[in-house]
């Protein structure tokens, strides 16, 4: 029989786990882990080579640990009259919500979220030693102020994850779910607002609640909307006080050089990042009508993706699509698919593909 890490003397709560598992496969069109499909503009790409190439004259020394101009540039880029004391970065958001949980979860603590969401959320539980309980959603994977109150009445957790909007299912997340949330609980409230500049403009973003509330926090990401995935670039907003608690579990100079001016001089350029945001909501919401009139289930969706319903077999659907060369998400959701927007063309070959898969159905 072969080695398998079973053999080793790894800790008991990690036997039998899977890791993140989203396929890497190179095929034509990828719409299957929500990044944004636009590539860089040429001319921001330059400026971030000049920048990259500026900070590797220091790079020989350790980088500022506290990245304090790009704390300024994440705080000016999120307005709300945020300061960069109240700003967190780190290598993803994935890594801020890993470090939250460092700080605010572990062995004996525990985290609420609402499955289906993010899988991540899960497993950086898991990761921390933090006890995940999984609370119901509403109809339509809504969650109404009523349920998030009962959830945290009934398992008092130490943190609550809420993801606004959520992947996999786009749903929006009511302010008032938040702030229902957060005055049931003396825990940790963290709003996972990965794709809040896919939100329609007239919606306030969690943000517009830190005001008073200590234990609120909000995570965004570089990865989505600002087309910045590879670059691994995520951050939060909260108290002071809630950073320097992250500072406790932080990896000392975990942000390096490079990464920080890259980061930096895209957020220069944040209009021009962000350009191809309204064209990946027209391509979203041509998605939702094409699928809805192909016979698909969708739901109102506030993100870059789409999580339709109806597929008969999803499995099999997904590998008609990858023979077509279009690769999109399957989470185990019953007769469920995930597609993110792409371009334009994207988008038309995905919409084709579909229509082929939806002509073989039974
Ligand atoms: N939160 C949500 C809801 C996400 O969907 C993702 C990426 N799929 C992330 C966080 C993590 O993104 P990143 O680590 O690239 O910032």
Redesign the pocket.
Known sequence: MAFTLEDLPIRDDLRGQSPYGAPQKHVRVQLN??ENTHPVPADVAEDIVASIRQALATVNRYPDREFTELRQSLADYLQHDLTAEQIWAA???????QQLLQAFGGPGRTVLGFPP??S??SILASGTGTTWIPAQRDDEYRIAPETVVAAIREHRPDIVFL?GP???TGTPLPIETIEAAYDATDGIVMV?E??AEFMPADVPSALTLLPGRERLVV?R????AFAF?GA???YMAAHPAVIDAIRLVRLPYHLSVLTQAAAVAALRHAPEMLAMVDDIKQQRDRMVTELRAMGYRTYETWSNFVLFGGVADPHAAFEALLEQDVIVRDLGIPNHLRVSAGTEEETTAFLDAMRRVAADQP
């Open positions: 882990v929500n290598n993803g958001s994935n890594e801020v919500l969401t993010y991540m959320h993801c959520n992947n996999p996972d990965a794709y995570s990401t570089m990865s989505k995935a691994r670039v995520g």
